[in-house]
């Protein structure tokens, strides 16, 4: 597929999805890396933008330059911002209370400590849907015990082999003191964030390498 085509079937993807609104997005391809830019509305619409752009078969990367511009009616002050982040936070029986959030210009930085990615995944998500924020930078950490050991590496390949959306025979995994490393090809980032998922939800890792590329 040529660069062109390739950005214009993420155009029509972006314009396809109801959760974004397309009218000042601007796609640009170059050997399957994808570059948006322009301005949206809010950060929900930012990351939407990106996963749409994700879908596209022929992609390989997507740089999300987008600027979240927020309308002067939907501004807000950052404590009253901060406030909502935390009550949304507080009210997901997903995300555990050693989770933390602060806001500068509207830009909210998590902080804490979680037991499983899941719950960090959570907690972004949940703050970038609050209405006034323009971005968000994840500092949680996951606090598992370290335990990973290579039988471990061998339970997260038998979870790549369950899993309809994964080529399990062409990635590698290895596993040490809770820090685990993907490597091979994916054939869409669908894949791609199925083999992460599956890595994280291994019992005591605390961190996964991802070294995953996505190829057609």
Known sequence: MTDEALALSVQ?????????????IAVSADDGTISLR??????????????????VHGVV?????????ILTKSRRY????????????????????????KVSDGYVTLSG?????????EATFVAGNILGVTGVDNEILVGGDGSTV????????KAFKRDAKIDA????????????????SVRSWSEHDAALAAAWAAPGVTTVNDRLTVSY
């Open 150 to 157: 290579g039988e471990v590496a061998d339970d997260i390949q």
């Open 61 to 69: 990367y997507v740089e999300n330059e987008l600027t979240v511009r």
């Open 169 to 184: 025979d062409s990635l590698t995994v290895a596993a040490s003191d809770g820090k685990v490393t993907l490597n091979g």
């Open 12 to 24: 029509d993807e972006l314009f396809w999805d109801p959760k974004v609104d397309s009218e000042e």
């Open 38 to 55: 322009g301005t949206v509305g809010s950060f929900r619409q930012k990351r939407d933008a990106r996963k749409a752009a994700e879908r």
């Open 113 to 121: 400590t979680v037991d499983w990615q899941y719950q960090r995944d």
């Open 78 to 101: 950052d404590a009253d911002l901060r406030g909502d982040v935390l009550r949304a936070l507080l009210l997901d029986s997903l995300i555990p209370t050693t989770v933390d959030a």
